[in-house]
């Protein structure tokens, strides 16, 4: 993340309801967005079901959204995926409890946002390149 300015949501694989859109919303992001994305902007999916998120289902799982270079959806040992929710303020006991919120933020001068992850993606990209564009420092 040094350096680096991300949006960050959370989402499972097997969820039905709210995470597929959200990943949908991701992918518009990461077309507006276009060339910044991989370079100076990264987009994150989290997994809050890493048992059942193995890195190949969610590889399968990225190709459905097009994610190109840029775009990473995460997952790891249980306790690692919990610490970095926990880290977020997003921790759940129950998967299906997760935000549907998105973290947007600029490492680089500590500016720090929250959207709601379903908003029109026209919205979100305003958000994202505010926070990008950022110039203030720590």
């Known amino acids: 993340l040094k350096g680096r300015t991300v949006a960050i949501i959370t989402f499972f694989t097997t969820c039905t309801a709210v995470c597929p859109p959200m990943n949908a919303t991701m992918a518009r992001i990461q077309k507006g967005l276009g060339p910044r994305v991989g370079k100076e902007i990264f987009l994150i999916s989290i997994s809050v079901d890493p048992v059942t998120d193995t890195p190949e289902r969610l590889k399968a799982y990225a190709e459905k959204f097009h994610a190109g270079p840029g775009w990473y959806f995460l997952t790891g040992k249980p306790e690692n995926v919990n610490w970095a929710l926990y880290k977020l303020g ?27 992850a379903l908003s029109k993606p026209s919205a979100l990209i305003t958000i994202i390149e505010e926070v990008a564009n950022d110039k203030k420092s720590n």
């Open 90 to 116: 997003w921790y759940v006991e129950n998967k299906n409890d997760h935000t549907v919120a998105m973290t947007i933020g600029n490492e680089t001068t500590g500016l720090w946002k929250n959207a709601y």
